[in-house]
Each structure stands twice: as C-alpha cells, then as structure tokens.
C-alpha cells in the first residue's frame, strides 16, 4: 500500500468509529495519522518499520495498523467497521455537509440507512426535528444527495482515460484482424464521461461473444449493431459493431458531437460518408481541412475548416515551465527545492511558486515575514539551479471585497501573482462579480486563477458573467488560469474561443501541490485543444526569457516598482 491509501483506511476509520460513538480521543488519533502521512515526503513502504514509531503524530497503535497494511494489505480495525456498518451509510458519507456525528444521529434518531430515505426525509422536512439541523442545513443536504445522485455513474476524465485505452487495445487483439477504435465523447476528450464507446468491425454477436468471456463485463442491453455493457459493475460500455467496409463512416458518425453531425449534415456532408476509405477522405470529400475529433463540438469548426483557418493546436510537449505549485512552505507536498529539481528533470525551463497566502490559513498560507524568507531561499536555489529559474510568485487569496491578500508593497515582491477566490463559495452571482472584478483591476493580478472554483462532480461555481470576466481580463491585461487539476479544468474549455477572440492569454497550470502534479499539465492540454488553444496563446509555454520580458514590460505598464 502506498501512503494514499494507508492515510485513505485511517481517515475513513475515523468517520467510522464516530458514526458509531467510539471514543473520540482514539477516532482523532486516527485522523491525526491519516494527516501525518499524506504530507509525508517519503513513502512508508520504503521506511525502516522502527522509524516509522518515530514519526510525529504516529503513536503505538497507529503504527501496529501501518505494518499491517504493509505486510498483508488489509486492516483488520477498518473491515470490522465495515461490516457492521450498512452499505447505505457508507454511501451517505459520501454527501458534502454530512459530517461523521449528524450521520449518526440521523441513523439512530430516523432509522435512515440509505440514500433515498434520507432524500425522502430532506422532502418531508423530517431532518428539522433533529438537534443541530435547521431549514438550512436540511435544504443543503437535499441539494447535494440530488447533485450526487445526477454524477453517480459519470466519471472524470482523467479517471477512466487509462481504462479506456487499455480497452481499445485488448479489444483490437481479441477482435484481431477486426477494426477497433474508440469513439464519442471519449474520443472528443470531454472533461465528463458517462459511457466508454468503441467501433468494432464486426457481428454484434461475434463481439458478444468474445467481450462475454471478458472479467468484468456484463451485458445490459443487446440490438442487431449496439451493445451495452457494465464493466466492473459501474462503468458504462457501449459497442458499435458495423461491417468493414463502413468502419470509418460509423467512426466519423459516432465520434462527432450531435450540433457537429447536424451541421455537417446540413452542409451536404452525409453525401460523402458511405464506404469511406479514412475519415480524412471523408472531411477532404466534403472539401473541407480534417477536423481533429477533439474540436468536433458543432461549434464553429466547419466553417474554420472550410476557410482552412482551423488553429494548430497546443500540444502537451510545447509547455515549457510550470505555472502554479505548492511546496512545504504552504500545504504541498515536497521542498521547495525538491519541486525545482524535479521539473529541471522533466525537462521544463522554470517553475513559479505560487504557495498560498497568509488568509489559507487552513493552508499553511505565509504571513510577510514568511514570504520574504521565501523569497530568499529562491534567490540561492536560482543560483545553485541556474539556467533553471523559479519566479517568485503567490496564490493571493481575492478577500470577500475583492482586494487582495497583501498591502501593495509586498505583492510588487513577486514576479507575478495569482489571484484566486478560496473562501466564501457560496455567492450570488451579483456578489461574485464585483469581487473577481475588482481583482482584476487590481494592477498586481497578473493571473486570475481557477476562474469559477467548481470541483467537478463534486461541487458546482459559483455564478459568473463569463463574457464580462473575459472583458476585464482583456482590459486589464490579465491572464486567464486554465486550471489542469483533473477536477477542476476552470476556465471551462467552451469559454476558451471567447478568450481568444478578445485576445486573453491563457495559461495552462498545473496547481501542482505534489512532483506527481506536474503530469495534470496533459489534462489540462487536451481541455485547451477542445477550446482552439494555441502554444502562442498560452503563457506557460513561453520560454524562460519571454516569461521573463513578458512580466518586466507588465510590471513596467502598469508602474510596479519591483
């Protein structure tokens, strides 16, 4: 077990044995420990077993439980739990707001042990007649069993991006000397994927029976050409068999957006379709340039691509510095020096460190005195690392009235600035507004980071004018964050054209808080294709000496003494 999944089974033991009303002192020791090694540089499984007793927050019994995860990947303390706790309950820990003790007393006071009771309840008002809920809380619950019920079966990108090659190359060797190919959204690189969908050159019931034989996959729903499949029990899997010779015609149709079928369609493109030898003979029949399957939306591709103006889009490899880390300083996971040695390694030219500001406190954010200690450390590590360069940066918390975390004097500290909105979530779009906008004019932001703070499938943004933020950032010389975190991809990838016409940079970021982070950069990427993104249009693929002049002339428009 790694070090995940280790602080993974105690903090879930935690909730657990509070659910349950065991001694709170023992369930705290547990969290403690599952804090402890999430921030751990070092794995536990690589730790001589007398040190890990050694390590701070780690007591006699926590460490007995590490080396039994270690030596037999189970924990004996967690199953236990685990079997006297109802499946429904382990899933209503799942509900944002729900903590372990409001969980407990609405088991025990309403006998609720699944998911649709407790929506039921919500309904009935019936969580108003418990100590510690009120109208409020009871309505928050509602709106997040409902959120959780509409994503349950939908998953991130990122998370089933591996599952879905591997499936297209075990499909094409047992299919073999049969076509395979994925298809729809998956194809398209869309940031939520509710089904894995693949074009197969052969019988519906021939692929029945090879994909039967599968571990894992069961089948759901069967016609003459589709069939679909549950694999593992919760990813949806949908086949499209077709014969030879009208394998890239159901590819081209299977793979394209509704709205882009419909336009094409309409321009007299289904003409070309039938027997198509390649999907690029289908495109130049139509006389249009080939349209990469990442833009097929039904946006305004067609047009581009019959004016022969489709961008060439950004590519992974053309990043050439890391925009947005955390180390230790703040709450990240390696030295500051570890995460600059590490992209040197990976080949990239310089990282900015963005740790969080003195308002995170929850974050470990840096009050000023830690700032310039900071800032110090980055002026001998340039030295020593040198023709590597870490710019001096923060992720400047944007306060309830818009300003930013820091007087004046010591924002102009940093090369540049993020400024992001951390705190306070849940606003109306009114009060939204005026904080980001007042941000944006703020002459120090040079980056407005993760524009709408949603977590996907978990959380929504709060409400923004989108087009108004893209005007401002335009007038005010502000780039806009395309955060790369798997669940954030904030800017939206839809918003990404409006950017571009109003002339925004982009900025890719990893918001890495971990060496591990920096690999967000390649979501990040395939979002920005979705959005027509150029390595011209996006600042983290300037080099080290145009990220350099770019924020000496910045800091010169807009009268910054460094």
């Not at 409001?102 to 699944?114: D, G, M, Q, V, Y």
């Not at 400047?396 to 930013?404: P, Q, R």
């Amino acid at each position: 077990m790694d070090n995940y999944s280790i602080a993974d089974n105690f903090s879930l033991l935690s909730k657990l044995m509070d659910i349950h009303g065991e001694n709170s002192f023992k369930a705290k020791s547990f969290a403690s420990a599952a804090f402890t090694i999430e921030k751990l540089p070092v794995q536990l499984k690589d730790t001589p077993r007398d040190d890990i007793f050694r390590i701070k927050g780690i007591g006699e019994s926590t460490g007995k439980s590490i080396l039994e995860m270690l030596d037999t990947d189970k924990f004996g303390l967690l199953d236990n739990y685990l079997q006297i706790t109802p499946a429904g309950i382990l899933e209503i820990m799942k509900i944002k707001g729900l903590g372990p003790k409001k969980i407990a007393t609405i088991w025990k006071e309403l006998e609720i042990e699944s998911m649709g009771e407790l929506l039921y309840a919500c309904n009935e008002n019936r969580l108003m007649l418990l100590k510690g809920f009120g109208a409020k809380t009871q309505e928050n619950v509602r709106q997040n069993i409902e959120f959780y019920l509409s994503n349950r079966n939908r998953f991130l990108y990122a998370e089933v991006a591996a599952t879905g090659a591997d499936l297209e190359k075990q499909l094409r060797e047992i299919m073999a000397p049969a076509a395979v190919a994925l298809t729809g959204a998956f194809r398209r690189q869309a940031v939520i994927i509710d089904e894995i969908e693949l074009v197969i050159a052969a019988p519906a019931d021939k692929v029945q029976a090879q994909l039967s034989a599968l571990p894992g996959f069961a089948l759901t729903t069967a016609n003459d050409h589709n069939l679909v499949w549950k694999l593992n029990d919760k990813l949806k899997v949908v086949t499209h068999s077709c014969e030879a010779a009208d394998f890239y015609s159901q590819l081209f149709t299977t793979t394209g957006a509704p709205a882009f079928m419909d336009k094409f369609n309409a321009a007299g493109g289904a003409a070309h379709l039938s027997s198509a030898p390649s999907e690029e003979a289908i495109f130049s029949a139509a006389g249009i340039d080939f349209i990469p399957p990442c833009l097929r939306e039904g946006m305004n591709e067609i047009e581009q691509a019959r004016l022969h103006q489709l961008p060439e889009l950004i590519l992974p490899g053309d990043i050439k510095g890391i925009i947005h880390s955390h180390s230790q300083w703040s709450d990240g996971l390696y030295t500051l020096e570890e995460m600059a040695i590490a992209a040197r390694d990976q080949g990239f030219q310089y990282l900015v460190i963005s740790d969080h500001s003195r308002s995170a406190f929850y974050a470990n954010g840096l009050h000023i005195e830690r700032v310039q200690a900071q800032q110090l450390q980055v002026d001998e590590l340039n030295k020593k690392l040198a023709p590597f360069r870490i710019f001096k940066s923060i992720e400047a918390d944007i306060l309830n009235d818009g300003s930013l975390d820091y007087p004046d004097e010591i924002l102009a500290t940093f090369d540049l600035v993020i400024a992001s909105v951390h705190s306070n979530l849940k606003m109306t779009e009114e009060k939204a507004m005026a904080r980001l906008l007042k941000a944006i004019e703020n002459p120090y932001t040079t980056i407005l980071g993760h524009m709408t703070g949603r977590l996907l499938l978990s959380r929504n943004g709060y409400p923004v004018n989108h087009k108004t933020i893209i005007d401002a950032c335009a007038a005010n010389g502000v780039v806009i964050e395309l955060n790369a975190h798997p669940r954030r991809l904030d800017i939206d990838w839809t918003w990404l054209p409006y950017a571009l016409e109003k002339k925004v940079l982009i900025s890719i970021d990893p918001d890495a808080h971990s060496i591990e982070g920096y690999h967000d950069i390649h979501y990040g990427t395939l979002a920005a294709q979705k959005g027509g993104v150029t390595k011209t249009n996006n600042l983290s693929s300037y080099t080290v000496d145009m990220l350099d002049a770019y924020l000496l002339e910045r800091k010169k428009q807009k009268s910054i003494l460094s």
